[in-house]
């Protein structure tokens, strides 16, 4: 166990819906990094929040966005769903020397 | 465009075997490289490596970066069964890239 918890675990939704993929970071980490992961893509990096502000964007699509709250969980919402969205998403925290992944949240679009 | 390029992309080996991965990238504003390990879901960290020529050693494990030929390597010595896993590398730049991945089998 990463300390690294994510909700839900799996998520079926339909093409056009919106949901949002919740990731609580290790206590004391003040980083949350987003993941995506298809089969077809591997590991891309979506987005980096450190401390309420976002620090680095890697390929997120305009279609999906991010924030962390003051409780420095993370929110990824994803909007206008496609089915090639489907995918796993991990979010991660640091504590500046390791980096740990929750268990990942499961998207299906149908 | 910045890259990074992992090989070989699959690997068999057997318990005992020791095995070295490569990583190579092309970046700018290159900030760090680190090594993953994923199994069945969620990548493992293995290292953070931001200076050239200083190993980075954990158990079995070893990594090095050469930031002057754009290349790291991972080690893994007397592996075993619980070693099979795909090897991650990614950098840190502006944002961050992974690589495809290696695929390490090791048989008993």
């Known amino acids: 166990d990463s300390g690294v918890t994510q909700t839900p675990k799996h998520l079926i939704t339909a093409t056009g819906q919106r949901v949002t993929l919740r990731c609580s970071p290790r206590s004391g980490d003040l980083s949350v990094y987003w993941y995506q992961q298809s089969l077809d893509q591997g590991l891309q990096f979506l987005i980096q929040?450190?401390?309420?502000?976002?620090?680095a964007k890697g390929n997120i699509l305009e279609r999906f966005s991010a924030q962390q709250f003051p409780d420095l969980h993370s929110e990824l919402n994803l909007s206008s769903l496609e089915l090639g969205d489907s995918a796993l998403y991990f979010c991660?925290?640091?504590?500046?020397?390791?980096?740990?992944f929750g268990p990942g949240t499961r998207l299906t679009v149908l | 465009e910045d890259k990074v390029v992992q090989s070989p992309l699959s690997l068999v080996v057997h318990e005992g075997d020791t095995v070295t991965l490569n990583c190579s990238y092309e970046v700018t504003n290159f900030r760090s490289l680190l090594w993953y390990k994923q199994e069945k879901k969620a990548p493992t960290f293995l290292f953070m490596l931001?200076?050239?020529?200083i190993e980075k050693k954990s158990g079995r494990l070893s990594s090095i970066l050469d930031k002057k030929e754009l290349f790291s390597i991972l080690n893994i010595t007397a592996t075993q069964t619980g070693d099979s896993a795909i090897y991650l590398c990614a950098f840190i730049s502006n944002d961050m890239r992974f690589g495809a991945g290696t695929r390490l089998t090791v048989k008993p």
């Open positions: 931001t200076s050239s020529g």
């Open positions: 991660a925290s640091t504590d500046g020397y390791e980096q740990f």
């Open positions: 929040y450190y401390n309420g502000e976002e620090r």
